[in-house]
């Protein structure tokens, strides 16, 4: 949290709900919606769809709740001023405010459709797939993450079991830990030899928003 600003607010949002009311007072009688709460620049990222498409979005709904609509911005665009300040990405301040407003005044008037990143978005398509994690340096992190030598919550072994392609199938659960906002609560990963390959599957600990 200390090393800087952007750091310092992705990991306090539990500080914000109890502060942004007080500083943005006229902001608080906005509609309410379901919001994401805990939204800033690290909240965004790409995953496969169930048709196995590569999406972009919002990835970490862990402090959802309903807020007027205006936390979601104000907090994405201090971000976006901390993440600059602190050199994450390079855009003007007013720049980035624009891109925020904009984006969300299309996604609320296209009912919120996913971010598909094939044939209509050839620009974030290109900037993701250039990017690419070495599986070997992957998995080697993986495994060295501590096996859990104390007893797993059944509810988790539950979870983790449910995840898995197929039953029984014999795995090792290890520790792992991660994120800021979200650190202390427990994470579990499993690790299993699947089809020729190793498959992972996490278990993390479910909190109330902050918000309440």
């Keep these: 949290m200390e090393r800087d600003g952007f750091s310092f607010l992705r990991a306090s949002f539990y500080r914000w709900i109890q502060v942004w009311p007080h500083v943005c007072k006229e902001l608080m009688e906005a509609p309410r919606v379901l919001a994401v709460g805990d939204l800033h620049m690290e909240n965004f990222g790409t995953w496969r769809d169930q048709e196995g498409r590569l999406v972009w979005g ?11 609509y205006t936390n979601d911005l104000v907090r994405l665009a201090a971000s976006a001023l901390l993440a600059s300040e602190s050199g994450h990405f390079h855009l003007k301040y007013k720049e980035a405010c624009d891109a925020i407003l904009t984006g969300y005044m299309e996604a609320s008037r296209s009912s919120g459709q996913p971010f598909i990143l094939s044939e209509r978005h050839p620009w974030p398509r290109d900037m993701a797939t250039n990017y690419l994690r070495d599986p070997g340096h992957f998995w080697q ?17 539950r979870a983790l079991r449910g995840l ?5 199938l014999a795995y090792r659960i290890r520790h792992r830990v991660a994120g800021l906002g979200s650190l202390g609560r427990p994470r579990y990963v499993d690790i299993a030899e699947w089809k020729g390959g190793a ?4 278990a993390k600990a479910l909190a109330p928003s902050a918000c309440m």
Excluded at 58 to 68: K, Q, T, V
Excluded at 164 to 168: A, D, E, G, H, N
Excluded at 199 to 202: G, S
Aim: charged share 30%; glycine share 0%; no cysteine.
């Design 58 to 68: 919002i990835n970490d709904f862990d402090e959802a709740y309903r807020l007027p």
């Design 141 to 157: 992190r993986m495994r060295a993450f501590p096996v859990v030598e104390h007893a797993v919550p059944q509810s988790a072994r």
């Design 164 to 168: 898995m392609p197929v039953p029984r």
């Design 199 to 202: 498959i992972a599957r996490e």
